[in-house]
Structure formats: C-alpha cells, structure tokens
C-alpha cells in the first residue's frame, strides 16, 4: 500500500510564493510519476505539473513559467515550488503517484489533498 503524505498550502496574496511537498511511503515502484493536480470548486482537475523518476517534467499550460517540480527519488519525495501566485491559482492541490502493475496498467494513488488560497 502506498501513501502520500503532503505539507505546505496556505493562504497568500497575489504574487508571493508557496512550496508544497510530498513524500510517498510504502511499495512504491522505482519507475513512477509523481505530481500535483488541482481541484478548484466548480471546474475539473486539471493537471499542475508532474515529473517521472527519469526526471521528465509537465507542467500544466496555466502555470508555466511560474512553477517549478522537483523530486528525490531516493525517498519518494516531491515538490512544487509555486511562484507569483495568482487568484485563478486557488484550490486543493493534490499529490498523486502513477505506477505501471505487472500487466502493464497504470495504478493511481492520491494524497489528501492541500488547500492553496491566493487573494488578489
């Protein structure tokens, strides 16, 4: 069983930054994704940005630019540093992990979820 566990969030204002972080435990396969999407009220979950153990990266189109995504493979550990914050940026940002099972299937895991609030 794998878990995730998420630190950071909180409520700024309009252009000031925020890191959040994760750290997945458990039986987590060597090559995996891990990311952040964002659930906001009344819109879909939208990709953030994510990165492979391989260190390939994606970051959604409304934040390039403004984010950066790290990881530490060693412990499973994520994050996203988050700059010039914008209203629109406003949700629960959630860390998820994606391996392949033995068939070649791709399995979700998901944290919690974390509350960014940006004021204008």
């Known amino acids: 069983q794998v878990q995730l566990m998420e630190a950071g969030g909180g409520l700024v204002q309009a252009g000031e930054s925020l890191r959040l972080s994760c750290t997945a435990s458990?039986?987590?396969?060597?090559?995996?994704?891990m990311g952040w999407y964002r659930q906001a009220p009344g819109k879909q979950r939208e990709t953030v940005a994510t990165?492979?153990?391989?260190?390939?990266?994606n970051y959604g189109d409304s934040v390039k630019g403004r984010l950066n995504i790290s990881r530490e493979n060693v412990n499973n550990t994520v994050r996203l540093q988050m700059n010039n914050l914008e209203p629109g940026d406003t949700g629960t940002y959630l860390c998820?992990?994606?391996?392949?099972?033995?068939?070649?299937?791709?399995?979700?895991?998901w944290g919690r979820g974390i509350q960014v609030t940006v004021s204008s």
């Open positions: 990165i492979s153990s391989l260190g390939n990266i």
């Open positions: 458990g039986r987590l396969s060597t090559a995996n994704v």
């Open positions: 998820a992990a994606m391996e392949a099972d033995s068939e070649g299937a791709a399995r979700f895991y």
